[in-house]
């Protein structure tokens, strides 16, 4: 690859040029006045650089991937391909710089070309993630029993052999993690967005919905470090170990709270927005019958932000089953099957960590197992995202 860095580098310059190039010589064809160009001097310009670079990073992609594909590295040939192409389209576009020139409708087609390569590579993207997982989970099925896997409630990785790797009670610590975490995120999160769209005022509004969206931002490791730290040692001693449901730091209620706190912004962020999309005529008509803000709120606000915000919590959901940080030092590596939301569970990422990491056989069913797992995940948390856009679409209400 290092034999394409420089033509590449070389072309990008050449683009950087062109456009001053192209703009100067629009203005020399137009005599110094512009009003006699088709297309502006800015936009010779910008078809000159497009025409330069573009085919030339197309080609360096197309190598690189050919040269990864085939295992062999690019040499001269490729390099002078690359710089043909940039001189070509560098020649190209400036010569075909007159007055009567539609420059803009050409860079609009560059333009639109590369927006079009950049849906297909985010495409492409997704169909090889799943495709990926697919072979490989393929190969897994072929060496372990789908019905053990699905079915059995026992999970017990061994690499010497005779593994037990029923997904059941990790699926169950995920579920569980995340129902208490959203336990906790959508009645904050709602209210939060109830108080900040209705009753708080500008000034206080443009404080607090920042301050909030700040939580989305912190690394999921410092809120993991804080669940191992803070919060599991408070619950163990002044909740679990009273009460006699444990001695143990590391819990599903611990995870579950930390992760809780973390979806509060996503929650209250989305139902923020979806809650001032409702018109405001709507809230007029409703407290000039006589109704009081509260029941504005229950009987004409909530309800036509609904599907919105059934939406949103869908999507937390979401995350949180993807989360893994919190849950490696929250809740333990356990896994197991209870009702004690003060014991020690793991979940499905936590153990596709943990199955990966280390020396391990990609040939071997106990490696293989992460494909099959992040595949299931995979599958729940697209048809959570799938459902959540269904009832988005159609139960939105349009409004003039």
Do not use: C
Not at 85 to 98: D, E, H, N, P, R
């Amino acid at each position: 690859m290092q034999s394409l860095t420089t033509p590449l580098l070389f072309v990008i310059v050449l683009a950087v040029v062109g456009f001053f190039v192209a703009r100067m010589r629009a203005l020399q064809v137009a005599g110094g006045d512009i009003r006699a160009l088709v297309s502006l001097p800015r936009q010779h310009a910008l078809n000159t650089l497009l025409s330069t670079m573009v085919p030339a990073s197309a080609a360096v992609l197309v190598m690189a991937l050919y040269a990864r594909l085939t295992g062999t590295t690019p040499g001269w040939f490729f390099s002078l391909v690359v710089l043909g192409l940039g001189v070509t389209g560098f020649a190209l576009s400036l010569l075909a710089i007159k007055i009567e020139s539609r420059a803009r409708t050409f860079a609009e087609r560059w333009i639109l070309g590369l927006l079009i390569f950049s849906s297909t590579i985010a495409i492409l993207t997704t169909v090889g993630i799943v495709f990926s997982m697919l072979f490989e989970t393929f190969n897994f099925f072929g060496q372990y029993d789908w019905r053990d896997f699905f079915f059995s409630l026992t999970w017990s990785p061994n690499f010497r052999g005779n593994s037990d790797l029923g997904i059941i009670p990790l699926l169950w610590g995920t579920l569980y993690v995340s129902f208490i975490a959203l336990l906790f995120a959508v009645p904050i999160g709602l209210f939060a967005a109830i108080y900040l769209s209705e009753y708080a005022g500008r000034g206080l509004r443009s404080v607090a919905k920042p301050a909030i969206e700040i939580l989305a931002g912190i690394p999921t490791i410092v809120y993991g470090l804080f669940a191992l730290i803070t919060v599991g040692p408070l619950l163990r001693d002044y909740f679990a170990a009273p009460m006699g449901l444990g001695q143990s730091a590391s819990s599903v209620m611990t995870a579950g709270l930390v992760m809780g706190v973390m979806l509060v912004p996503f929650v209250s962020s989305l139902s923020d927005d979806i809650i001032n999309a409702v018109p405001q005529t709507m809230r007029d008509g409703s407290l000039g019958l006589g109704a009081t803000p509260s029941e504005t709120i229950r009987q004409v606000v909530l309800p036509a932000a609904l599907p919105g915000i059934v939406g949103a919590i869908l999507l937390a959901a979401s995350r949180a089953i993807g989360e893994t940080m919190i849950v490696v030092l929250g809740a333990g590596a356990a896994a197991r099957l209870s009702l004690n939301p003060f014991e020690a569970m793991t979940t499905v990422t936590v153990k596709i960590v943990s199955q990966l990491t280390g020396d391990t056989d990609f040939a071997s069913p106990e490696t293989l197992v992460a494909f099959a797992l992040g595949l299931t995940l995979f599958v729940i948390t697209l048809g959570l995202n799938v459902f959540a856009l269904f009832i988005v679409r159609k139960y939105r209400e349009q409004y003039e």
